[in-house]
């Protein structure tokens, strides 16, 4: 069959668009999806409070072992750029950690969760953690959580656990959110994939490690209580 002289030069355009376009997809395919950036030399704002927390040598100046470990704290934490500098990011996910530990097995000791209430999951935004408790009697926790980011904050006050979902997912963020118990509209205590400590923190609800997740959904049931309260840390 003769091909018209017009769709012949179409034809032929198209053909010669896949051959360029060809090359160039290899191209890309060939460079290394994962491939970790170069460390930097310079040294951060927080050189000093960063080595401390890491066990380095606290002489202020970066060096290429101090920027190995603490580009590999970044990657675990998905801190972004993953580059070792000591900077503010980073800093404030180490300083909040210290906090963390800080609060010990009293994490109610200024004693803003109720304890008149029975058994309530208190949420403290300002350290970033979450506990269980029966009046005064600690019964799980502390342990981290990650709440809500600048723009999404996890909503503070009394509140109740209204409706639990093992395997939820998120049909607005196309993710799994294991765990899930609701407390206010759709925010909820649920587990994730990764560090609690990455920054910028979530949508709104209290993300968990899968064990504390885990546990949290043994211990609660609908109609508990749960109280927010602090402001988390850049909101």
């Not at 002489?59 to 000591?86: E, L, M, V, W």
């Not at 504390?212 to 402001?231: E, F, M, P, T």
Request: with cysteine; proline share 6%; glycine share 12%.
């Amino acid at each position: 069959m003769r091909i018209p002289a017009a769709r012949s030069r179409r034809l032929g355009a198209l053909f010669a668009a896949a051959a360029v376009a060809a090359p160039l997809a290899v191209a890309v395919g060939a460079a290394p999806a994962h491939a970790a950036p170069a460390c930097t030399t310079s040294t951060g704002p927080y050189q000093k409070q960063v080595e401390g927390f890491l066990g380095l040598k606290v002489d202020g100046r970066q060096s290429a072992s101090d920027c190995k470990a603490i580009q590999a704290f970044q990657t675990k934490h998905g801190i972004s750029p993953n580059i070792g500098y000591a900077g503010p990011i980073t800093w404030g996910v180490m300083d909040l950690m210290n906090k963390q530990k800080a609060a010990g097995k009293n994490p109610n000791k200024a004693g803003k969760c109720p304890t008149d209430k029975g058994r309530i999951a208190c949420v403290d935004l300002t350290r970033q953690l979450s506990w269980i408790q029966d009046g005064k009697k600690l019964v799980k926790g502390p342990v981290p959580v990650r709440t809500g980011r600048n723009g999404y904050e996890t909503r503070t006050g009394a509140k109740k656990i209204y409706w639990r979902n093992k395997n939820h997912w998120s049909t607005i963020y196309d993710v799994a959110m294991p765990y899930s118990q609701f407390f206010d509209g759709g925010q909820a205590f649920h587990s994730i994939k990764g560090s609690v400590w990455s920054p910028p923190g979530s949508h709104g609800c209290v993300n968990m490690r899968s064990a504390d997740a885990a546990a949290y959904w043994s211990l609660l049931k609908n109609g508990d209580d749960v109280y927010v309260y602090g402001r988390k840390p850049g909101t």
